[in-house]
């Protein structure tokens, strides 16, 4: 498919390979997007959204919305703060979520930033991690390293690294411990403001999308039978976004509930609810919430 770029279409950047990679495309599919990608992933088109998805280096992405090569992108914050690009930061995903650690070996007489004073410190991100260091008036040599940062203190290139941690695994794999975290990071949109009216109305349209999938998953519906006389209590456990759905059922003084919970208070309400009386509780996902 070759593609044609010289048409009205919003371009998006995202992330070629990587840790964003599946997340991104599966949440464009979450927001309704059909996406035709070719074998390589280098460009796809939407058949149902005037949007255009250019796949490229996640480093790239700042510098293409920056230039407005294209109007948004998707990327990690981490990338964000180490380019320090003219953009702006339009939405948080959570997903890629993740943080930037400061680690050394186990064994390392290092317990603190201030024990790097005149020491190597190995990295990916090497304006970051200064810029961290001088703040904290902490003297460092920073030597940058593009991949298997965790293998520098052991190869005998620094005392310590500075790297992005989810888990905690790889260091942990590697011998190193956190002796500080730098900032935390997760997928952002990006976009740079343009005077283009069509352009921004797609914009705002794509986001309200968007909006729906991140808010429905902080959400559970949530479907039960109770007794009529356990209602107000059920009520007031579990109120919905602004008031359940109640139904008569055949068996008299018992009603139907249809109500949304909090993902993260879920477990702590349904418990309550049954013991408010509630029985047949079936719970299911949400797709989107229109707010």
């Known amino acids: 498919m070759k593609p044609n770029f010289q048409n009205n279409n919003l371009k998006i950047a995202i992330q070629k390979n990587g840790r964003l990679t599946a997340d991104t495309l599966l949440f464009l599919k979450k927001a309704g997007l059909e996406i035709d990608t070719d074998g390589q992933k280098l460009y796809a088109k939407c058949w149902n959204y005037p949007l255009d998805i250019i796949f490229v280096r996640d480093d790239d992405i700042p510098d293409f919305v920056q230039n407005k090569s294209v109007d948004l992108g998707i990327v990690g914050e981490n990338v964000l703060y180490e380019k320090n690009a003219c953009v702006e930061s339009k939405m948080k995903f959570n997903f890629g979520l993740c943080s930037l650690v400061v680690a050394v070996p186990r064994d390392s007489q290092i317990f603190n930033e201030a024990d790097f004073q005149d020491k190597t410190i190995a990295t990916s991100y090497p304006l970051t991690v200064a810029k961290y260091f001088k703040e904290k008036n902490i003297k460092v040599t920073i030597v940058k390293v593009t991949g298997s940062v965790e293998l520098s203190p052991a190869l005998g290139l620094s005392a310590g690294i500075a790297d992005l941690s989810s888990t905690g695994s790889t260091l942990a794999i590697s011998d190193l411990r956190t002796i500080a975290k730098i900032y935390d990071s997760q997928a952002v949109l990006i976009s740079r403001q343009d005077g283009n009216i069509k352009k921004i109305e797609l914009i705002k349209k794509l986001i309200f999308r968007f909006q729906s999938v991140l808010t429905a998953q902080k959400y559970k519906y949530v479907m039960m039978n109770a007794p009529k006389n356990k209602l107000k209590q059920i009520i007031q456990i579990a109120p919905g976004l602004k008031s359940p759905t109640i ?45």
């Not at 208070?265 to 509780?281: H, L, N, Q």
Request: aromatic fraction near 6%.
């Open 247 to 291: 139904s008569s059922l055949a068996k008299q003084d018992w009603v139907s509930i249809q109500t949304v919970i909090e993902e993260d208070v879920f477990w702590e309400k349904v418990s309550k609810i049954k013991d408010a009386g509630a029985s047949g509780i079936i719970v299911l996902p949400i797709e989107k919430i229109i707010a």
